[in-house]
């Protein structure tokens, strides 16, 4: 495979308008261009220019912005992620949806939450011959990766996501549906600022020719700026129990945080402070003196075990729009049902305590044979009914906890030149990541002009401030990032617009302590089930693990079929004697 990278482009004249993204026959039918809040009452999409549509999230620019073909990026070739074990492991779970035998009476399964968990668990049930019944509360679809149009017709997202080689669920859910080529992948690099050299960078460059882990050890190796060669030889055997211990000793580490870890092991501070730092805060928006130690464990075994697991892709546009409606188009071809703007009021219980249904804010009753809360660990605990609280499983849920992020979108008067097309790491004590949209996404290209997306995090002293004092912040920390270019009076680049998208819970804090408390996604309660990146599933609270606990949310429902199907005639049954 080629090392080095193609030039792509993309019609930005090319037009389509989707007035419902509930509609029978999707824009891709006709051939158009169309990775912490899911449906919180209290999440808060801000910013100046902010407007959010009330009835239909998805139109597409106006004429007026259209322009001509137009070269927007360098694309590196899809890697070959096809033959590694995790991904003929996903592959191979897909297939058993597929291949199953058909149901004589497919099961109604009603799912709430239209996040990647959500979308997941339904496209995985229709796939099996079901019905699933998808309900969102807001009027967007994607949960996490949402994304709103702002009036000029730009978008602005609710976190920055990146898609790993390491997700293999991913990967194989973007090839079912068609649409590998909406991922833009990067030349395989990780970089960091150097807040000890304003505006400059350091690399890990991964190199191709060489198999893992030895491609990611040499990227270690290459890089001298970031870690002296004494401190790689501590942190390599501090790391030595990890690669001798296994999974089991990965396990294990989930009641210490990493920095005491770090300690324990004896390795230098400083490889915390330039190295740790970062990585908490990319993983989970915390430090690591709160992260549990399995997350970078884990991370680490994910992203070093397979040659491409580190490489990064971003999506060519809006998630909602790039990702989500090739997933609900897929769920309405086989006769699956979504619906934005249900948002759910109770689960309603029978006598026995399984759900009866489950009742919307406007009073609609919806009923199904199985039932699945797929929505933010957050708004489960605040809908569970009273009869389930002290149920050990439910119970557990409370040490779950999301935690506050917020992302922030600066549009400047200017090409910002200090930058990458690339997701870089600021390491700074108030951003996490950023990226330049308007160079790295072929949808959100512009010549003359920079969009820096940028996670806040940590966010929970920032969740309650007002816009104005968080740009500000951000400005100040930008000027260290682009010393030449912005400073934090604006007399250098100036802000155009900004739009700041605060989720005060997003993915659950993986603190110490939290690993037990993750449940399977089959209940306690016969025939409802969770989904979720919180349930228990391999990868971590990311987009992979929530597509993963779909998948398997929806093949938990599928080996319960005869006993949901029997629950469900005795209630026939008991209905019809009762009328006699």
């Known amino acids: 495979m080629s090392q080095f990278g193609h030039v792509s482009a993309v019609n930005l004249s090319r037009q389509c308008n989707i007035s419902n993204v509930l509609s029978s026959q999707s824009a891709w039918q006709h051939g158009c261009s169309v990775g912490n809040g899911l449906s919180f009452a209290v999440s808060d999409a801000m910013g100046n220019k902010l407007r959010i549509p009330a009835t239909h999230a998805f139109t597409t620019r106006s004429n007026r912005n259209a322009l001509p073909l137009k070269v927007v990026c360098i694309d590196y070739p899809r890697p070959e992620l096809d033959n590694t074990v995790n991904y003929l492991e996903a592959a191979y779970l897909s297939s058993t949806f597929r291949n199953s035998p058909r149901p004589n009476k497919p099961l109604e399964v009603v799912i709430a939450g239209a996040g990647l968990a959500g979308l997941s668990t339904a496209k995985y049930l229709a796939d099996a011959g079901h019905k699933p019944i998808l309900l969102e509360a807001r009027d967007v679809l994607g949960g996490k990766v949402a994304a709103w149009k702002d009036e000029d017709g730009d978008w602005y997202e609710t976190g920055l996501h990146i898609f790993f080689g390491a997700y293999p669920n991913i990967q194989n859910l973007f090839g079912e549906l068609g649409i590998n080529d909406r991922l833009q992948w990067k030349e395989h690099s990780m970089i960091f600022a150097m807040p000890n050299k304003p505006g400059e960078f350091s690399r890990f460059d991964f190199p191709e020719i060489l198999p893992a882990p030895f491609n990611g050890i040499l990227a270690i190796l290459k890089n001298n700026e970031m870690l002296t060669w004494p401190e790689k030889v501590k942190f390599a055997i501090g790391l030595l129990p990890a690669i001798v211990g296994g999974q089991s000793y990965v396990e294990a580490q989930d009641g210490i945080t990493v920095k005491d870890w770090m300690r324990k092991q004896g390795v230098p501070e400083r490889i915390t402070e330039e190295v740790f730092i970062a990585m908490s805060k990319a993983l989970n928006f915390i430090n690591p003196d709160e992260l549990s130690m399995q997350c970078i464990l884990i991370a680490l075994n994910r992203f070093l075990q397979e040659k491409h697991g580190s490489k990064m892709a971003f999506l060519d546009g809006n998630p909602p729009e790039r990702l989500c409606m090739p997933v609900v188009d897929h769920i309405q071809s086989r006769g699956g049902e979504v619906r934005l703007n249900s948002r759910i009021q109770k689960i309603e219980l029978n006598e026995d305590g399984s759900v009866s249904s489950f009742i919307l804010n406007n009073g609609n009753v919806i009923k199904g044979d199985a039932y699945v809360f797929a929505t933010p660990v957050d708004i489960l605990k605040i809908l569970l009914p009273e009869e389930w ?44 990541v950023y990226a330049d949209m308007s160079v790295t996404c072929k949808e959100y290209y512009d010549p003359n002009k920079s969009m820096l997306e940028l996670v806040f995090a940590p966010a929970e002293e920032w969740i309650s401030r007002s816009n104005e004092e968080i740009i500000d912040a951000t400005m100040k920390e930008l000027a260290k990032l682009f010393p030449d270019e912005i400073s934090a009076d604006q007399s250098k680049a100036k802000i155009l617009k900004y739009h700041i998208v605060k989720t005060p ?18 209940s306690p309660v016969e025939g409802f089930y969770l989904a979720g990146d919180y349930t228990k599933q391999k990868y971590l609270a990311s987009m992979e693990g929530a597509v993963l606990s779909g998948k398997l949310c929806a093949q938990s429902i599928v080996q319960d079929y005869e006993l949901l199907s029997a629950r469900e005639q005795k209630k026939v049954t008991e209905a019809s004697f009762a009328q006699l």
Request: positive net charge; hydrophobic residues 35%.
């Open 389 to 432: 609280k002290e149920i050990a499983y439910f119970k557990k849920l409370d040490k779950l906890i999301g935690v506050p992020v917020i992302n922030v979108h600066i549009w400047f008067d200017r090409k910002l030149k200090n930058t990458y097309d690339h997701l870089l790491f600021s390491r700074s004590p108030l951003l996490s």
């Open 505 to 522: 819970r997003s993915v659950y804090k993986t603190v110490p302590g939290t690993e037990p408390c993750r449940p399977l996604q089959k």
